[in-house]
Nanobody
Framework: QVQLVESGGGLVQAGGSLRLSCAAS????????MGWFRQAPGKEREFVAA????????NYADSVKGRFTISRDNAKNTLYLQMNSLKPEDTAVYYC??????????????????WGQGTQVTVSS
């Protein structure tokens, strides 16, 4: 199995930027499709973005399209989420997820087997 650890969260003003990282260990990172999800207080965990195993294909939720960019560095076993033009409604705990031999089309929490512990992102208005 693969272990995932997120980092890079914090407090930022509206309009600002943050880059989240997700470090993977335990198995061949390039065999896993990866995704980012988020969960705001009182809400269900929702899809943010996904990327294919080699990074050639990506998929985004409409709410973040054009503002967030998902990427990966398989040599460093790391997944990234660059978040620009942040809004207060982006405030949530952000989780990375992995699925063995998956694809960038995976958008549901039920489609991912492995999860990190999450990192808090707070956007002030």
């Amino acid at each position: 199995q693969v272990q995932l650890v997120e980092s890079g969260g914090g407090l930022v003003q509206a309009g600002g930027s943050l880059r989240l990282s997700c470090a993977a260990s335990g198995r061949t990172f390039s065999n896993y499709a990866m995704g980012w999800f988020r969960q705001a207080p009182g809400k269900e965990r929702e899809f943010v973005a996904a990327i294919s195993r080699k990074g050639g294909s990506t998929n985004y939720a409409d709410s973040v399209k054009g503002r967030f960019t998902i990427s990966r560095d398989n040599a460093k076993n790391t997944l990234y989420l660059q978040m620009n033009s942040l809004k207060p409604e982006d405030t949530a705990v952000y989780y990375c997820a992995a699925e063995l031999y998956g694809s960038s089309s995976l958008w549901s929490t039920r489609q991912y087997t492995y999860w990190g512990q999450g990192t808090q992102v707070t956007v002030s208005s």
